[in-house]
């Protein structure tokens, strides 16, 4: 990696993130700038929907009517289906409240909020806002997407708008073609421990290069760890592969061309060869605490969970099922599965992709967030090791601070619930 920084006279051009708040403010919006800017879509989970439902409800009283129903999704995803009555009380209350507005809702099963936004709703060249630290997943496709408290997304719902700050942004130019067994959750863990967790906090990440090399879910596991650096959001220009993205999702009539001006300004720019990577791991308790798979191996583990809004999608398990199909996961080495949406689901069945995680002794769980917020499905005994495909190996994120969580790749995951450690996926294909 190299890194450098960029000082020119006067302004140009724009980064995609100024371009999009040009466009949603109606102002020549540059970084630094404070902006209110009209959100396109806004997205709120079983966690953070119950604060923010009684926010805006306490707002009513004077702002009297909700702008932004036709632009607000609700999802049950965290606990779904919901392991005890207090957690089915919050998912009664949003059902009905979205009901009573005529906002979406999506009940326990569809699948995790980040992946069905980008499945039906989110655009190319769109704001985004939602009550979840991961929203910044829409950036795979071109789009401004950012978490935010949940009163603010209250105030965005009611008004269908809101201040920003305009984020200054990184470069990250990408060049070469991923060798053998690395993958792009191997790339955004290269970057997150270049720069640790709050090496980037405010930026837009913007990505640049040989793009091409990188497919589009590889895109949205790529945005939605920006956050882990400390980012508001993960952007990508949308192009070719984005159009057949979309156009696979009957979607394509909601393809915009985005991408930066070729004199924009970066605050830094960081260069990538991908052949240079290797499948990466980071260890416990942060995840900018990174190393080489290579330099990790060996550690047993008690569990493997490969899903979650970071690589639940079909790539993801393709990957995992080619690893397993014919193998068997080591004894004593529990094995989940979580597809990120039913579609994702359908198609894996179709595939043959659950059939091949089951006979290997793996369960696989309905669509949702699964173990990786610790609520259910998964929670580890003390002093467990569970290597996961999530984005946060915090201590107690998945319900026990005795517990230890690494994170790898889909692939890295799936050799090493054979193995029972911590193992190079490459040996595997």
Not at 40 to 65: H, V, W
Not at 184 to 199: A, E, H, Q, S
């Amino acid at each position: 990696m190299q890194t450098g920084e960029i000082v020119e006279d006067g302004k140009d051009g724009k980064t995609i993130t100024e371009q999009i708040f040009s466009s949603k403010s109606g102002k020549d919006a540059w970084a630094g700038d404070l902006v209110i800017a009209k959100i396109d879509q806004i997205a709120l989970q079983d966690g953070t929907a119950p604060l923010a439902i009684r926010q805006i409800n306490e707002m009513l009283n004077s702002i009297k009517k909700i702008q932004a129903t036709d632009r607000t999704h609700f999802f049950v995803d965290h606990a779904a289906p919901s392991p005890r009555k207090e957690l089915s009380n919050d998912q009664k209350f949003i059902k009905e409240f979205a009901e009573e507005i005529k906002a979406d809702f999506n009940p326990p099963g569809e699948g995790i909020i980040h992946q069905i936004m980008v499945e039906r709703f989110v655009k190319p060249g769109d704001l985004a806002v939602g009550a979840d630290s991961h929203t910044c997943t829409y950036g795979g496709i071109g789009a401004f997407s950012t978490g935010m408290g949940s009163t603010d997304v209250a105030v965005a719902v009611l008004l269908g708008k809101n201040w920003f700050r305009v984020p200054e942004s990184f470069r990250f130019n990408v060049s070469g073609e991923f060798s053998k067994g690395v993958f792009p959750k191997d790339l955004i863990l290269k970057i997150i421990g270049d720069l640790g967790v709050d090496g980037a906090t405010y930026k837009a990440l913007e990505f640049n290069g040989d793009l091409e090399k990188i497919d589009v879910e590889g895109r949205l596991t790529i945005a939605n760890m920006a956050v882990e650096c400390g980012a508001k959001a993960g952007i990508f220009p949308s192009d070719r592969l984005t159009i057949e993205f979309l156009a696979e999702l009957g979607r394509r009539d909601d393809f915009t061309e985005i991408k930066a001006d070729e004199n924009a300004e970066y605050e830094k720019e960081f260069y990538y060869e991908l052949d240079d990577i290797e499948p990466m791991v980071a260890k416990p308790h942060n995840v900018d605490n990174v190393s080489a798979v290579s330099e990790g191996e060996g550690v047993t583990i008690d569990q493997v969970f490969i899903g979650t809004c970071t690589n639940g999608r079909l790539s993801d398990l393709r990957i995992a099922a080619k690893i397993l199909k014919g193998e068997k996961v080591k004894k004593g080495v529990r094995l989940i599965v979580g597809p990120a949406s039913r579609r994702i689901y359908m198609k894996a069945m179709e595939e043959g992709l659950l059939s091949v995680f089951v006979e290997a002794g793996g369960l696989v769980l309905s669509p949702g967030c699964g173990p990786c917020v610790g609520i259910h499905q998964g929670v580890l005994a003390d002093g467990e090791v569970c290597l996961s495909t999530q984005n946060r190996n915090f201590k107690g994120r998945m319900g026990n601070p005795e517990a230890f969580i690494y994170l790898s790749s889909p692939a890295t995951a799936a050799a090493s619930a054979i193995k029972g450690e911590i193992t190079d996926p490459r040996e595997f294909l």
